[in-house]
Structure formats: C-alpha cells, structure tokens
C-alpha cells in the first residue's frame, strides 16, 4: 500500500473506531442490545466506507466536524446490512473476518434487532450534525436512504439473492453489484462531497469515480475468492465457485476479470482529473481497491 | 365508536392507506421486494399511529400537505417492526390480523428485507416533506430515530423478550410498553404537534398524553387478550397466560387492570385541557382506546 495513504488510514481508522464506539456508548439502551451492536461494530473491516467519506475532504483541503459522524453513519449502515446477511435464513455464514457471526454469539433475535437500531443509529446520527447546513443535513439523509434502502443496498441482497439461482448476464451482475455495495459506496463519496461544499459538476465526476470503484472492488472481491486460500480472506474462499453464483471471472474467465477490473480502475481515476492533483488520496484509494490482497 | 371519530377515521384512513401505497410504489426496486413490503403495509391494521398525527393537526386548527407524509412514514416503522417480531426467531407467528405473516408468504430472506427497507423509506419520505420548514424536518428525523431505535421501539422489543423468562415488576412493565409502543406513539404526537408550530407548554402537556394513551393502549390490549377469544382477536387470546408472560392483569388481577386503564384514560384526557374543546379529536381518540373491542 502506497505511503501516503496508509498513514492516512492510520490517522482517520482510530477516530472511526473511537467515534462509532462513542455514537453507540452514549445511546440509552437494554445492555444486551448494546453489547450486539458494538460486538459487530468492532469486529474488525477495513472501513473503506468512511475512509472514502474523509479522503473527499482531504482532497478538497477541507474539514469538518461533522465528516467522522457521517463516516461513521456509514459504517453503521454497512455493519447492519452485514449482521443481517450473515443470518441464517439469508447467507447463513458462521464466522466473518475470522469472527463468530452475531447471531451466533447473541442469538438470531438479538442479531435481527441490533441489526435494525444501527440502521435507526445511522439517520439519528445524520440528524445530529452541528456544523452542516439544514439544506445539507436533508439531503444526506435523502441520500442515504436512497443508497441503502430498496433502491439501493436492499434491493441489491434481494438481486443477490435471486441471482443465486439463475444464470446472470454480465449486465445483470453489475446491476447487483451497482445496488448492493456500488449505492452506499456511492453516498460515502457524494457526502464527503456536499461537506466539502462540491460544484455540481465535480459531484458529476465524482459519482462516475464512485461508480467504478464500487464495480472494481466487487471485481476484486470476486477474484481474490478464486485466487486466496480461506486463511487468507478470512472467510470460505472459493465460495462461489462451490456455489454456481454468477461472479467476473465465472462470465468472463480469471484474466478477462482482471482486464475487467483495470478498465474500471483507468475509468476510476480518469474522473478525479479535476481534482488537478498527481496522487489525490481518492487515486490512492482506488490503485489500492485494485491492489490489495484482502 | 363517536360519530365524530368515526367520520375522521373514515375520511384520512383510505389517504392514508393510498398514500403509503403511493410511497411505496413509486420507489424503483425489485418487484419481489415490493410486493412483500406492500403485502404487509396492506395487511390491515387499525393505522392508530398515523391517524393520531392527523388528529394533532385537526384539533389545532391546521392542515398540512405533509402530515400525511409524516403519518404514513410512522405507519411504515410500526409495520417493519410487525414484520421482524413475528419472525420464527422472534415471537415466530404465522398469522397477523388473520392473514399469514410476512415471512410465511415470502420466506424469512425476504421479511427480514422488507423490513429494513420499510425502515429506510420511513427515514426516506421525512427528508421528503416539501413544506415543513428544514429545521422541523432535521427535528423529525432526530424524533423518530430516537423514538424507533435502541433507546425506543428496538430496545422496548428486547426488554420485553428478556421479560418473557422473568417476572416483571409494574414498574419495569410500564419501561417495557413506554419503549416497545409507547415510544411511535409519542412519535406522532409530537412529530403532529411540530408540523402545527405548537409551543413548547403545550408540546409538554402532548407528551404526558401520548404517555397515557400508550400505556392505556397497552393495558387494554392485556386485558383484551384475557377477555376475547381468537376469533375476535384475528391473533391466539390468552397467548400471554399460555406464555406465563408478565401482563397488566397478571399483576394488577383484571378488575386492577381496568381500573389502572382508567387512570391512565384521565390523565391522558387532563392533558388536552388546553386545547379548551370540550371533545377534541384527541380526546376520542383516548375514549377509543378504552372502549375497543379488539
């Protein structure tokens, strides 16, 4: 990983961390409630969701107080959708970066509900801003139920779900992909945008960079389950082969997957030229997005 | 049921049912995911929540193009929450208002889906709203997080399952229903009493009504389940015996039951005094939730 931004990661990831723990801390809860929702909060992830939320202030020299609570609402968002995919009547998975999942530490009840009041978190923390403009603080949470609700994130699982059992195009699997990790992806970048006071067509060039990314990780993800042992991810590696799921390299071969993912890379970075800098932290992101080994 | 009341309910309740309809059907999502989320937003229900926000408009005199939006959004929290309790993991019921439960028509994936999304779109139509003024909407959505998340509606459902393998005191009871229904309650008359510029004096006599009414609410339902049978319930009477569960007339004995559900009623009804109407919609409405049959 590039210099640059490892140090960056190593300066943001603590805050993240420290902040999520705080935003659920100080709610007033059943302590068993609590405890669910912080053990998922904490059990590990790279935390590229707020990462991305804070690397677009970064690149627009600008900061605010109120970019680590946005991050973190979308960390929340992602950490919801993660216990809930784990459950046993969805993906049904044990063990997730080399955890056990919630529901199997707290049973299936309490994973549904903590599930549900990190989601409830993620909007009440949004309404919580003190320095963003009223305008501002409506359309992110505009922004963020669009990205993570049935249009969305959602509707991505139930695309994903059903794709399970069909044959899909390559189009279809980027329809899958574009709701289910591309759309809260998306709002990461677009709100780091709108706190950073972005013009809209830099917002333009932005989605498009968001876009991409979203389809190059979900690329990578796909290839790193045919290439890494299950040591290695953390999780069952070549799960999907074993389970017949249409995925990159499944349509389009190991070495037409990674063509795949450059040109999502290239197209990637191409929009960050307005940016006017060599290695914005966003082009960092990106070259590591492609790169990375996890 | 009052004439009155029963006009208002039989003039909003078919809006409301179009209008959550329209919110719902106007969102772009898989239409497996759609149909389940309209399954259960059809599934029947008194809609007491969103006909109460309606109400606080009509007895200050004011009218509102969103209170609709805002009343239907109450609605789809309640519904969400229905969908999640009734999952086999939870109170595992296959049957609602006679008809079967979510999960039972479209798999527990979906339900468990359906309700998140549900969830989101609550969130969603708030940021909506086109006439409120921006700070009042930022305050909508802190109320509804707040009243629907961990420290409301998610937490009151975990103390009240950790209340189902232990006797509960009165007094823990009463956190139970404050939480679990009183919480939404609370929400729409507040959330009714800011879209009609209400003062804060009157805002605090609002909330010690929606704390009666939610508790009456809750102690008739008790009572209700001891005294009906299955048939008038649409749902299994005397489940809260079978279950050994910690209910009003299991503490109080039934007649103390009542005569607490009459406390409850005058307080709540003491309240209203400062709307200075003899029989405010509000006020029927407490009337209602006494008299109920089912």
Redesign the interface.
Known sequence: MDKRLQSFISEKAPLIDAEMNRL?DT????S???ES?LYSVNAGGKRIRPLLVLAVLADFGKDSADALKVACAAELIHT?SLI?DD?P??DDDDFRRGKPTNHRVF????A??A???L???A??I???LEHAK??Q???L??L???A????GM??G???D??GETAALSLKELEEVHLHKTGALLSFCIEAGAILSDAEDAELDQLRKYAKNIGLAFQIKDDILDVTSTTEQLGKTANSDAASDKSTYPSLLGLEGAQQQLEKYHLDATASLDFLKKENSMLKLFADYIVQRDV
């Open positions: 659920i709610e007033k809860a059943p068993s409630l609590k929702m919801y809930h459950l009547s969805m049973g299936e009840a309490t549904v509900l599930g549900d009041a989601q409830t978190r909007f009440g949004l309404a919580s009223p305008d603080v409506i359309r949470v505009a963020l139920a669009d993570s609700g049935a249009n959602v509707g699982q139930v695309l779900m059903e």
